[in-house]
């Protein structure tokens, strides 16, 4: 651990800034994890894209499809290969809260900097206050690690902004990945002030957060390693512009992508959002390879849509 439980705010505060990455994982054709692919995705991320952390084994990752030792071996790649360039966060979210402790005592012993925790789904639940916040102080309580809240309607519900804010007061919860309409977040925000990192994963949107609400962390989708390659990182430049308080030139920089945005749109089947990623990330020389069940493939055509575009 790099900082105490006591001071795990402060030390977000501080390093756990800029553009995220959410990982998608490149799976071989027989569902093995391709660590070799893998390894040379996130030294490209981080080397030649200046991602400054990822998000490890979350839903872009199909978490939902590893087993327990898969995940744990996920975290440990990702460790080994952002070493002190770039941060990590692991996603521990299970909805067995004995399987969240195990994972995220395992990414606090391996040596990643936070975690992140899914809302759990509360069936039959209306009073969702009070289950919220003892779900994540019992985390808190067990765990020394920084602890990222993870709000997203796949829960069946969205954590209220002040039930987010008063489980903020936590000593060691650091972030929240909030994945609500923006009238939500934008209340959260205003409301805690600089005591957590507030972010949402869409990317169209990070221009504006940054200039309207101050925010200084995007966590986070698979955009920043679709929409870049060596020779043109056009959001880590708009970001920079937006971070010197140059929003002119920054809104200019983030405007020209919109052909690449609307291409990813155009071309991205509904149901199945891990496939296009992870062929749009082949196309463009990186590790894609293939989904495990429940998540489809692509077919045949809709490549040929995606290679087009």
């Not at 084994?57 to 440990?76: D, V, W």
């Not at 009073?127 to 990222?148: F, Q, S, T």
């Not at 749109?265 to 990186?286: D, I, T």
Request: net charge negative; glycine share 6%; with cysteine.
């Amino acid at each position: 651990m790099k900082y105490s439980k006591l001071d795990a705010k402060d030390y977000a505060r501080e390093n756990m800034n800029g553009i995220w990455a959410a990982a998608l994982n490149p799976f071989e054709a027989d569902g093995a994890l391709n660590e070799i692919g893998l390894r040379s995705n996130i030294r490209h991320w981080i080397d030649d894209l200046d991602i400054q952390g990822l998000f490890i084994a979350g839903k872009q990752g199909e978490f939902f499809s590893m087993s327990l030792e898969e995940r744990k071996r996920n975290f440990e790649i990702a460790v080994e290969e952002c070493g002190d360039k770039a941060g990590t966060i692991m996603s521990a979210s299970d909805q067995n809260v004995t399987t969240v402790l195990e994972l995220a005592l395992h990414a606090q012993n391996c040596g990643a900097d936070y975690i992140v925790v899914h809302a759990p789904v509360l069936s039959f639940c209306q009073d969702r206050d009070e289950v919220l916040y003892n779900y994540y102080k019992y985390l808190c309580d067990n765990l020394d690690i920084g602890i990222a809240m993870w709000s997203h309607p796949d829960s069946g519900y969205l954590m209220e902004p002040e039930t987010c804010a008063r489980i903020a007061e936590l000593p060691n919860i650091v972030a929240i990945k909030y994945s609500v309409p923006r009238e939500m977040y934008k209340r959260l925000s205003r409301m805690i002030g600089d005591k957590i990192h507030v972010s949402t994963s869409s990317e169209d949107e990070w221009l504006d957060n940054v200039e309207e609400l101050g925010w200084k962390l995007y966590l986070c989708s698979s955009p920043p390693y679709q929409l870049q390659t060596k020779n043109d990182k056009r959001m880590h430049e708009y970001t920079k512009l937006a971070f010197d308080g140059n929003f002119v030139e920054a809104r200019r920089v983030c405007d020209s992508l919109d052909p690449v945005r609307e291409a990813i749109r155009k071309s991205k089947p509904a149901g199945k959002p891990q496939a296009h990623g992870k062929y749009w990330q082949e196309l463009l020389g990186q590790a894609g390879g293939f989904v495990r069940h429940p998540m489809l493939e692509l077919t045949d055509e809709e490549k040929a849509i995606t290679r087009h575009e």
